[in-house]
């Protein structure tokens, strides 16, 4: 925020209720001076948008002049090719459907480090990593909810996309009814909102004020609003603040009614970024209270003022606890919110095409009724007949002319004009024009991906747009679900449960000592959000699908070699059969399970099997060099304590009585000395020089 910005907000923090609704009359006023230009721009691609293509406003006079009613009566008809265009890009911008993904809570492994023996207790730290993804599993499935069950936010979005092609911009309020804890949005166009358009984000206005017409009778029963104010509001039965505006809608739906009881007045809503002083501070303090904006506040930070005007009379005057302004803004390009309308990118060549069509068929209507000549005076009749026509003429006859060519120059105008709209980011697929001969989905993904990376500016404006209303709804469930609510979803076809709560909530209840659901989810505003938005498998039906098929068949080569297990596989293809609509999946999946368990076992597969148990046995120690070794080692030692016990070795006298005498030729022939030293058996030395020398005296005679 600039030093006049601050200063404005500085001035409006010494006002005090009574004053504030003027002086933000004379800033909205001054805002709307400042866009006027704009306005009529905007005005005039709305009318563009509806077919009227030479309505314009007259910058000299400010009245509507339509030109077709004019001396260039030549132009009848309009092609509507740029509402066709621009719906053609809003819907390539949307084909990827984007939707938030919560990121899990930071789990530290010093949080679970002993601070004496600085060893982590694994099993608490694996336990809090998955505590934390199953929250953010839950928080993220409470924002699909919101997002599709409850805002209906995929329409909104689309409706965002067109309004800001016209006008440049387009917003979306989010706030919630706090008495039944239910989010609410809302989409606006750039003339309902009121702003200093020279920023390039919204967080650098220092006001934003919302704008719509409502009935008198409606404001006098809003239990908001105190009737000492209400009674003083006089009907301006007006569509908008906006000059401009209003002439569009009148010229649209007529003039309001004047009855007083129907009479509506324009109802201004706006928030005010003050920053806390001396001041201010007793007024926030006192008016803050109940909405929790003092909460954590100091002086020299900023709080949101929250204001309620009509005709200039104050009708609320609150601080309330928001981080942000309450709304999220669309643009096709980043800079200053008000921009070049993107329709405008097509106007000239549109305007073009009217031209050239409405002469073409004016030729092609003239050359196939025919131009007759005839002499100055002359009278003719001309009557039909049965047989034809029949022509009375006095002196001279009728001479009808030779119909002349258009020639090839206004096809090949127009062939130019669409490489010029094509230019511009509508180009053939997005305008449902193929080639000839592009027909597999192969060649159209190619098509639709090319326009698509042709938008990658637009693309990002809607992921930060998205991303902004996911932290705003995240921000009001933080401050507003003081209660828990009750989440209900679908999976696998089957009705989920569990509960969730603000993060204000949960800390009023454990003050309070309130007993919370077991397993309740706390919505949190610093949850951080990933915007899922890149087209992923495919931009079209057709191109998903063969990815998809794609993916199986590699997965299920991977499946047969056993890399993956056969529960991935299983759930790639639940997903393609949910994804393109083939009935009910879940019969299909358990008879899958039963086949997957009933099937019998390859050859193949019993292989890896024996692999796999000898590997395990290896590593256990159970088979190999070293189990043989203990296995030798063992044997010998059973061995000599059988012999033992037979009475097969004798105990010579020298000897200590844990030894025994054997001979020899008595010890089995593996081991021989070193498996009877190993027992502490004692070898009858004589007895083992003789048997040494029958031995080599049995090998030299085996030799000779």
Known sequence: MNIKDFKLTRELSFLKSNNIGKALDDMIEQAIEQRKKHERRWFENNYFDDGYHFKIISKRTGKVIDHVGGTGNYVERAIPRASRQIRGVSNLLFAAEPYPVVYPERVSVEQFRDPITKEVNIQAYAKALEQAKRSARKCGIWLSTQWEDEQDLDIKLIDMLLKASKNSIAYLQVWSDTDKQKIKTKVYDAFDIILYGDKDE????????????????EIIADPMYSKANTEKLKPDNRYATSEVKEAYMVARYGSKSNDQKEGTIMEKETFIKEYLSEANWKEATKKGSDTGAMEGKSKGDCIMRHVFSAGGITLLDEYVDYDEYPFAEYRYEPGYLYQKPFIENFIPQNKSLDIIVTRLEKWINTMIVGVYQKRKGENYKVANIPGGQMIEYESTPLMQMKNSSVGNTPFNVIEILDKYIEEQGASTAALNQLPQGVKSGVA??????????????ATKMLKKTVRCIANLMLERGHKDYLQPMEVEYMEDRDPEYFDVIGRRGY????????????????????TKIRIEIEPGMGLTMQGKREAMQQIITFMAQFAELGQIPPEALKQVIKKFLETFGYGNTQEFMEAMDEGLSEQDVSEEQITKIKVAIAETMKDLGAVGPEADQKLVDSTKLGVAEAMKDMGMIDKPKEQPQNKVSISYKDLPPEGKVQAAEQA????????????ERKQQSGSLAQNR
């Open 444 to 457: 159209i993904e190619s098509l639709k991906a090319t326009e698509y990376a042709n938008l990658k500016i």
């Open 202 to 217: 919204l967080y650098e206005c220092p006001f934003i004020t919302k704008t719509r017409s409502r009935k008198i009778t």
């Open 507 to 526: 800390e009023l209840s454990r003050k309070v000592g309130k007993e919370l659901p077991e397993g309740i989810t706390v919505l949190d505003k610093s």
């Open 680 to 691: 502490g058996i004692a070898i009858d030395p004589q007895s083992a020089q003789m048997q």
